[in-house]
């Protein structure tokens, strides 16, 4: 049969139907599996074969075809699914490093990344140093014999700067270390990570993968052997496996990620058109705006500037918050990714517990607001932004 495109695999793709033959995917609420003999049971724990389960823990059937319909999407052999974003990163990270390894990170990292990365890793022995993801020398300078991995956030949050995932990854392999890159903000439907040269891909399920903030999850995607080898020996012993359920509700919301992006990502574009030049504002950023310093980079590794945009009131917290205040259908709240649009202040929530200088450093100002653009209708989101920083 001919290959099937993207939209057909995230409808079918994965799909493993019971002898019920049920039209929808079935949600295996179950911990454990019955085996047909004694023998079968010994068989089984000594190699499960495809389609052979042993406990929930260690794989299960709906969350298995989560894991082949992401892989699809993504383009990479095999994928495990994890209890959260967070689980995702930490089992990447900790599958992959020993005490003695060096990780070299980009600097602009989810808080919770950063605690991985320097507080739990670097307590077993892994020394971390830290980049700014935008400045190709410094990887450079960096990376050594001894690097293990890479991290980044290829597009970084609340900042929007993207990461050049062919460069590093280039300076990565050079040394022998693997590139493992959270590609939350640029989405799975615009990542070519792999592609470009990423040896494995972790996402926030959480995020556009649900993107409508009914579940918490995650997925670490890369080769079979990464992923069977590595892996899943460290994830299904330690416990952030996926439960059937999260599985069940992500795969519905791959049926209907890449149509929710596109349209979030055109809303976004039309709001940053409307946004750039607004008196109160100092600054506006996306990506796939003329006007973003790595315009070219966004069309070259995603196509698209996807579904964030940043803007800094130039009266800064006190404009800020009364902006937000001001918003009737934009939320203030720190999801993304999500059907609604969601309006956030990252100085006082998301980021607030970086020190003012970290802070500074990496663009988050008293005035910076992070939107996250939904699924409403695009006129009502732009009069409702207009109309708040009227007030503001
Ligand atoms: C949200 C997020 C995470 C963590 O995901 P959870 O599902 O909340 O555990 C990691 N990285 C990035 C970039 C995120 O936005």
Known sequence: ????????????????????????????????????????AEARFE?????EYIYARYGNPTVAMFEERIALLEGAEDGFATASGMAAVSGALMAT??????????????????????????????????????????????????????????????TLELVDIRAVSEIAHEKGALVICDNV???????????????????????????????LGGVILGSREFIRGT???????????????????????????DLRVRAQTATAGEIAGRLVGHAALSRVIYPGHESHSQYDLMTRQMGAGGTMVAFE???????????????????????LGDAKTIATHPATTTHSRL???????????????RLSVGLEDPADLVADLLAALAAS
């Open 185 to 215: 903000f640029s989405t799975p439907v615009y990542s070519r990570a792999l592609a470009d040269g990423a040896d494995v891909v972790v996402y926030s399920a959480t995020k556009h993968i649900d993107g409508q903030g009914r579940t």
């Open 47 to 51: 190699k499960a074969g495809p389609d």
């Open 231 to 257: 892996v899943e020996p460290y994830m299904k012993h330690t416990g952030g496996s996926m439960s059937p359920f999260t599985a069940w509700v992500l795969l519905k919301g791959l049926e209907t990620i």
């Open 313 to 335: 009131l130039a009266g800064g917290k006190e404009a800020a918050f009364r902006f937000l205040d001001a918003l009737e259908i934009v939320l203030i709240s720190n999801n």
């Open 97 to 158: 490093c020993k005490a003695g390894d060096h990780v070299v990170a980009a600097r602009a990292l989810f808080g919770s990344c950063l605690y991985v990365l320097e507080e739990v890793l670097g307590r077993y022995g892994v020394e971390i140093t830290l980049v700014d993801g935008t400045d190709l020398d410094e990887w450079r300078a960096a990376v050594r014999d001894d690097t293990r991995a890479v991290f980044f956030e290829s597009m970084a949050n609340p």
């Open 1 to 40: 049969m001919t290959q099937r495109r993207t939209r057909t695999n995230l409808v079918h793709g994965g799909t493993h139907r019971s002898q019920w033959g049920e039209l929808s995917e079935a949600i295996f609420l179950t911990q454990g599996f019955a085996y047909d003999s004694a023998a079968q």
């Open 355 to 369: 020190a003012p200088e970290t802070r500074a450093s990496l663009g988050i100002s008293d005035g910076l607001i």
